[in-house]
């Protein structure tokens, strides 16, 4: 168990979970469950609408929660489901959702543009270029165990 005890990773896993928490502690003060905050937050973030499919990819949810999620905002007339053509289908905001949206994951986004503004630019690139290095890392070894793993 070579490095079990290395602090930054440690230090890494605390940030990275306090982020969660505070993300969660926003979908609370909202009344939202974390799934519809992701939801609305990613459709959101791409305009009035968003590929189903990429809701998935973005969201990094299972495709079962965001369908279920979708449903039950389908039901509280949050958002809609348009078809585009063959088996894809654009997750829209109506216009209860987007009084709702407005209220809510606008406001996160908001919050995040007002903490990247506050930064230099060159803290905003580094942040971003060591994030992207972590996960580009992060991917290779996801490849190295798999690789690993099928000749066990």
């Not at 216009?95 to 809510?104: C, I, V, Y």
């Not at 506050?118 to 890392?137: I, P, S």
């Amino acid at each position: 168990m070579e490095n079990s005890n290395c602090k930054e990773r440690k230090r890494y896993n605390h940030l990275s979970e306090e982020i969660n928490a505070a993300y969660h502690e926003l979908s609370l003060l909202f009344g939202l469950s974390d799934s519809a905050m992701i939801i609305l937050y990613t459709i959101c973030d791409s305009g009035d609408s968003c590929r189903l499919h990429e809701i998935c990819r973005r969201s990094g949810l299972s495709k079962q929660t965001v369908n279920s999620a979708i449903r039950k905002l389908e039901a509280e007339h949050v958002v809609c489901l348009q078809a585009v053509d063959g088996r894809n289908k654009n997750v829209c905001l109506t216009a209860q959702g987007k009084q709702l949206a407005s209220r809510t994951a606008m406001r996160i986004i908001e919050a995040e543009n007002e903490i990247f503004a506050a930064w230099t630019k060159q803290d905003v690139e580094n942040y971003l270029a060591l994030t992207e290095r972590f996960l580009t890392g992060l991917r290779e070894q996801t490849k190295k165990i798999g690789s690993e793993g099928k000749k066990q």
